[in-house]
């Protein structure tokens, strides 16, 4: 049984920061991509960043150069540093792990930036 735990989320004000965890616990020989992922109500889930075992990483276009997505593989975690939030930004933020043969998803952070 894999477990994703998710911390880090907060209200914020605009133009501030938060940093985002996600630990993988559980039997775990190797995990592929990790991501993050977010849902604003009434809106559908949408890929925020994603970065591979080897440390390449992919963002979303309107989150390049504010937001930066990097890994501890000896502790099966995954970080995302945010920075210049904006209201818009305001969202569930949910850890996503590819341990092969399957996806895992964590259980979701609140993120919520004021303006």
């Known amino acids: 049984q894999v477990q994703l735990v998710e911390s880090g989320g907060d209200l914020v004000q ?12 559980g039997t775990i020989f ?5 991501a993050w992922y977010r849902q604003a109500p009434e809106k559908q889930r949408e890929l ?3 970065v591979s075992s080897g440390g390449i990483t992919q963002y979303a276009e309107s989150m390049k150069g504010r937001f930066t997505i990097y890994r501890d ?7 995302q ?6 209201p818009e930004d305001t969202a569930v933020y949910y850890c996503n792990a590819f341990i092969n043969p399957r996806n895992y998803w964590g259980q979701g952070t609140q993120v ?4």
């Open 48 to 50: 925020v960043a994603v």
């Open 73 to 79: 593989n000896a502790k099966n975690t995954v970080y």
């Open 81 to 86: 540093q945010m920075n210049s939030l904006k």
């Open 30 to 34: 190797s995990i592929n991509a990790m």
């Open 14 to 25: 605009a133009g501030g920061s938060l940093r985002l965890s996600c630990t993988a616990s």
């Open 112 to 115: 919520t930036v004021s303006s």
